[in-house]
C-alpha cells in the first residue's frame, strides 16, 4: 500500500517534470527558430545585413549599437554588447576604424566570426576631419564614412554577400537574389545624383564634415576646403577667414553639410556671387523597421542637390 502510493507520486512527479521539459522545449523552439545570429556594429552596417538576408529563414539580425547612435566616434562597449557579441554567429562591421570601441576584436573576441565590409575599398586618410580634437578623441587614422559613397556601399554589399554565404552556404541563393536586387536599386540612385550633380552651377565645393568626403569624391563634387563640424572639432576664426577667401575667389561655391549636425556658417559665402547650402543625409541614423534607410536618405540627397541646382 505505501509502496504503491510512493510510485504513484513519483510517476506524477515524473509526468509533470516531463511536461514541463516538453513545453520548455517547445516554447524555447517557438520563440527561438533561427539558425543563425547575425551582430552587426551600428546602423548603416545593420540596415544593409537586413536587406541582403531579407525572407532568408531562420536568420537573426540585431544591431550593437542602437539605431540612434549615429557615428561611432564616441560609442562605448556596454555589457548588453558583450552577451549579443557572445551569442553571435558572426560580426559585421563597417571597419576603416568605426568599431575601435572593440579594441582589438581578434585578442578581444578569438572566437568571433568578423567580417568587414571595407575589405577591397579604397581608404582616405583622415588628415583633416580630427586634426583639431584634444582628449577624448583618439587620432583616426582613416576616414570611415565609406558607406556615403554609392560606388563603396555597393562593395559592402558585395561583401556582406560573400561573407554570408560563406557562413551560410545553403542559402546563397538568397543572399545573391537579395545583394543583386539592393545593388540595382544603388546603381540606380547612384546615376539619379551623378545626374542632379551634372546640373548644379558649380561642383566646387566646401565640405564641413567628414563624413562627406566619399559621398563628394564618388559624385564628381570638388571640394576645395574641409572643415570639420560636429564631431568633437571647431572650427577656428582663421579656418572662417581662409574659407572666406576661397570662397571669393571661387566666385561660385556649395556649402556641403552633414544634416546630423546643426552648427552652419554660411558667412564664409558672403564674398562669393552665387553660394547654395545643400544637407546631406549620410544614413546613419533612422527607425529601426526601416530597412531602405540608406535608399531613402539618398532620395532625400536627390532632391536637396536638384533644389540647390534650381
Ligand atoms: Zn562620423
Request: hydrophobic share 40%.
Amino acid at each position: 500500500m505505501k509502496g504503491a502510493k510512493i510510485i504513484g507520486i513519483v510517476t506524477a512527479v515524473i509526468v509533470v517534470l516531463v511536461l514541463l521539459v516538453t513545453v520548455f522545449l517547445f516554447k524555447g523552439k517557438e520563440n527561438n527558430n533561427e539558425r543563425i545570429k547575425i551582430v552587426a556594429s551600428f546602423y548603416p552596417v545593420y540596415t544593409a545585413v537586413q536587406r541582403v538576408t531579407q525572407g532568408v529563414e531562420g536568420v537573426e539580425v540585431v544591431s550593437l549599437a542602437p539605431s540612434q547612435t549615429g557615428c561611432l566616434h564616441d560609442y562605448q562597449l556596454t555589457p548588453d554588447n558583450m552577451i549579443s557579441l557572445k551569442q553571435a554567429d558572426a560580426l559585421i562591421i563597417n571597419g576603416a576604424g568605426a568599431e575601435s570601441f572593440l579594441g582589438n576584436i581578434d585578442e578581444n573576441h578569438p572566437d568571433l566570426n568578423v567580417l568587414d565590409t571595407s575589405k577591397g575599398i579604397e581608404l582616405i586618410e583622415d588628415d583633416h576631419s580630427h586634426q583639431h580634437e584634444e582628449g577624448d578623441h583618439e587620432a583616426e587614422e582613416y576616414n570611415q564614412h565609406i558607406w556615403t559613397s554609392p560606388t563603396n556601399y555597393i562593395k559592402q554589399i558585395e561583401n556582406i554577400r560573400d561573407g554570408l554565404i560563406r557562413i551560410d552556404p545553403d542559402y546563397a541563393d538568397e543572399y545573391k537574389e537579395n545583394a543583386q536586387k539592393y545593388i540595382g536599386q544603388i546603381k540606380d540612385i547612384r546615376s539619379e545624383l551623378l545626374k542632379a550633380v551634372d546640373t548644379l552651377f558649380t561642383k566646387k565645393c566646401f565640405i564641413f564634415h567628414g563624413s562627406l568626403e566619399y559621398f563628394a569624391k564618388d559624385l564628381g563634387l570638388e571640394p576645395i576646403l574641409y572643415l570639420s563640424l560636429g564631431e568633437g572639432a571647431g572650427v577656428s576664426a582663421a579656418d572662417l577667414a581662409n574659407a572666406s577667401r576661397l570662397a571669393g575667389n571661387a566666385g561660385k561655391i556649395l556649402l556641403i553639410y552633414d544634416d546630423q549636425y546643426d552648427t552652419e556658417y554660411n558667412s564664409v559665402a558672403k564674398d562669393a556671387e552665387l553660394s547654395r547650402i545643400i544637407k546631406i543625409d549620410t544614413a546613419v541614423t533612422r527607425s529601426n523597421t526601416d530597412t531602405d534607410a540608406w535608399i531613402n536618405a539618398m532620395m532625400r540627397n536627390l532632391d536637396e542637390i536638384k533644389k540647390a541646382a534650381a
